[in-house]
């Protein structure tokens, strides 16, 4: 699904904050730790399964706002994100799996049917510009077939640095780290990290410009 990526490049300076799921059974790590941790783990846990279930019907409210100010759609998105910069702005409708993993800079502006699948940290900086229909893809599967048949899956950080402008219709795959200022054109698949300040495209996502 992915390929392997290449020396990435620094990461844009963002404090993530992850929100209230901190919990231990004994000495064993439930399900959603192991899934905010990175790790193998079972997706139809209970407890996951109500967080996905509670952010639903978040997801439902939020995007019956859409003739409301930006300003008040911000407040909303405050109660689930792991952080709203001022200025963010997220068109309805949008769509994720918890919310709780998402970390919003300043200025960041995502354009309708935005989806973000973040089993774990999604990150995205200052000034991001994000067009419509673009997907963010945190939530993995594992390459090996009996695992996965096994009903395992397993995430990876997706990391967007400052002033990035990504075209609509593209897709971020697990695990990439998109430089600050740069460019991906609309419909690219994205597959391994984009350096600072450079221009990519096309199916994967290759270097046009740098």
């Not at 759609?73 to 994100?81: N, S």
Request: net charge neutral; glycine share 10%.
């Amino acid at each position: 699904m992915t390929e392997e990526k290449e020396g990435p490049p620094e990461p844009a300076a963002f404090l993530f904050v992850v929100r209230g799921h901190e919990r231990r059974r004994g000495n064993v790590r439930s399900e959603k730790q192991k899934m905010l941790a990175g790790e193998l783990y079972r997706p139809g846990d209970a407890e996951i399964q109500a967080d996905q279930a509670a952010t639903k019907t978040w997801l439902a409210r939020y995007n019956a706002m859409l003739d409301t100010s930006a300003a008040a759609r911000r407040e909303v998105l405050r109660e689930k994100l792991a952080a709203v910069g001022d200025g963010a702005v997220i068109r309805p409708p949008f769509f994720c799996d918890f919310g709780f993993n998402i970390a919003l800079g300043r200025d960041v502006f995502l354009n309708y049917n935005c989806v973000i699948l973040d089993v774990v940290a999604v990150t995205i900086g200052d000034a991001t510009q994000i067009g419509p229909a673009v997907q963010i893809y945190a939530a993995d599967h594992p390459r090996d077939p009996e695992t996965r048949r096994a009903g395992l899956e397993l995430g990876r950080p997706v990391v967007i640095g400052k002033n990035v402008w990504i075209g609509g219709a593209a897709v971020i795959l697990p695990g990439v780290t998109v430089g600050d200022d740069a460019v991906i054109g609309a419909g690219s698949i994205v597959t391994r990290d984009v350096p600072p300040g450079a221009t990519v495209a096309g199916n994967p996502a290759r270097v046009l410009r740098s």
